[in-house]
Nanobody
Framework: VQLVESGGGLVQPGGSLRLSCAAS????????IGWFRQAPGKEREAVAI????????FYADSVKGRFTISQDNAKNTVYLEMDSLKPEDTGMYYC?????????????????WGQGTQVTVS
């Protein structure tokens, strides 16, 4: 399994970014994928998770209404659209795969991780 994130960068408050997570060796349409972020000195936290089959999703309270997780099955890629960005959204963003049968909301639930992409809102 390989996960490759892209799309991070420096953006002003109120701006937008779209992150991509391209998966290989893992079918995103059949399994859960999560986006996590980690700020310096803080634990890695779930931002959004998309569930297989139902296309339902989980969002952290801090990003509800601003972030949208989606997937392109033909490209085997999951996206995180981030709007109205705030300085507190700054951190390294990771996508994660294989969250177990319940698609857990904790970093320890996931077996595979990408290398991360840095998002800085300033």
């Amino acid at each position: 399994v390989q996960l490759v994130e892209s799309g991070g960068g420096l953006v002003q408050p109120g701006g937008s970014l779209r992150l991509s997570c391209a998966a290989s060796g893992y079918i995103v349409s059949r399994n859960c994928i999560g986006w996590f972020r980690q700020a310096p000195g803080k634990e890695r936290e779930a931002v959004a998770i998309i569930y297989p089959g139902t296309y339902s999703s989980f969002y952290a309270d801090s990003v509800k209404g601003r972030f949208t997780i989606s997937q392109d099955n033909a490209k085997n890629t999951v996206y995180l659209e981030m709007d109205s960005l705030k300085p507190e959204d700054t951190g390294m963003y990771y996508c994660a795969a294989d969250g177990g049968s319940i698609c857990g909301r904790f970093a320890g639930d996931y077996s595979y991780w990408g290398q991360g992409t840095q998002v800085t809102v300033s």
